[in-house]
């Protein structure tokens, strides 16, 4: 099995910044796509912001101009990917999970693999 494992959330207050971590624990990112979704609560999860193809971001409109999405690329962005969110908002709050479409370990292949999420909570 692959593991995502989500650190970074907390309680902040409004205009803060948080910097969320995702990490491939024993494990490589080899897809296509990286990101982060949230799910606040009574909503469905929405996407937040993504990596595709190692390059090309993409993010919701609710963020832009806030949040950032990149990978470390000290390990060339293999196994860890991070969510800068600065100018947080009561309306941020919710779970943020992080998701590869693609993981390879010991050789083998793992589709569609979620961590178990990290809570936010925006408040003052």
């Known amino acids: 099995q692959v593991e995502l494992v989500e650190s970074g959330g907390g309680l902040v207050q409004p205009g803060g910044s948080l910097r969320l971590s995702c990490a491939a624990s024993?494990?490589?990112?080899?897809?296509?796509?990286v990101g982060w979704y949230r799910q606040a609560p009574g909503k469905s999860r929405e996407l937040v912001a993504q990596i595709i193809s190692g390059e090309n971001t993409d993010y919701a409109d609710s963020v832009k101009g806030r949040f950032t999405i990149s990978r470390d690329t000290r390990d060339n962005g293999q196994h860890t990917v991070y969510l800068q969110m600065n100018s947080l908002k009561p309306e941020d709050t919710a779970a943020y999970f992080c998701?590869?479409?693609?993981?390879?370990?010991?050789?083998?292949?793992?589709?569609?693999?979620w961590g178990q999420g990290t809570l936010v909570t925006v408040s003052s």
């Open positions: 998701y590869a479409d693609q993981m390879v370990k010991d050789g083998i292949t793992y589709l569609e693999v």
């Open positions: 024993g494990s490589s990112f080899s897809g296509y796509v």
